[in-house]
């Protein structure tokens, strides 16, 4: 059996001293090769692949958060950064910490992760960032639903709130109706969103009075088909996934309502295309 890879045969020496030191693919893939210790956790692809989709989209920022070697030269923390940066191609700026006591290992990417929100720092930072996770996932334009949304990562959904100030618009009137009729206020941003940049934006206060109370709206009216739908507690049956299905609905709701049309039934299969909004051409 061959000896295992040591530190002393990477071509690519690490600094004396805590530095900014821009990463190359072939470093990554070098310091990966010689210096991943064999007692650090199984490298996850689709943990690398995120950190990959990131470089390459230009959303991948230098910050104090390292890359980690002990006092022997290997990888305490950064593997998946690494592996990241070996397969984008991309040179990346990381802080390099050498010389680290390999008893850290224990404690290192044990806090509190830091998602969006922390990062957002504005009000209703998690419903916005929610409903930016929502739009990131769309714009994959898969007709059949958002199977990418669990896998948007922190930067895209800091850069699709920069990039969607609208999110932001209607956060307090949202919540205001998912306390009066639970609807979901992520997926519901996304949607007035979209709304507001499309044209349609003078509408949409008389949506969200008629969704928070109900009051003097009609049999068949969109809204209160809506409101009482999610007031029930919308039922997930035949594999449909609950967060495409709230969005599909409420979807199909607004059109319905800029149309000017009556519904008596509401609802989306998962063999339904996902629903477009109407645009101002399209509607009335």
Known sequence: MSEPLAPEGSKFRLPSQPAIVTVTPD?????????????????????????????????????????????????????????AVANSGREIEFWIFPDEPRDIFDVVDQGYKRTAAHVLRMPHAVSVANGARHLAALADRDRWGMPRFPKVTTPEIVETVRAWPELTWYTTEAHAVYQAASMPIGSHLAVLAQVARAGHIGRIHDWLEGLRTGVSLNAGDPRLVLRERFRQGVQVVGGINRRDLSYALIVKSWNAYVEGKSINLLRWSKNEALPHLITVEEGA
Do not use: C
């Not at 690398?48 to 920022?61: H, P």
């Open 27 to 83: 470093m990554a893939s070098d310091w990966l090769s010689y210096r991943n210790h064999p007692a650090n956790r199984p490298l996850s692809k689709s943990v690398a692949g995120k950190y990959q989709a990131d470089m390459e989209k230009g959303r991948w920022a230098l910050t104090p958060e390292g890359l980690i070697f002990d006092t022997e030269g290997y990888i305490i923390s950064g593997q998946h950064r690494l592996k």
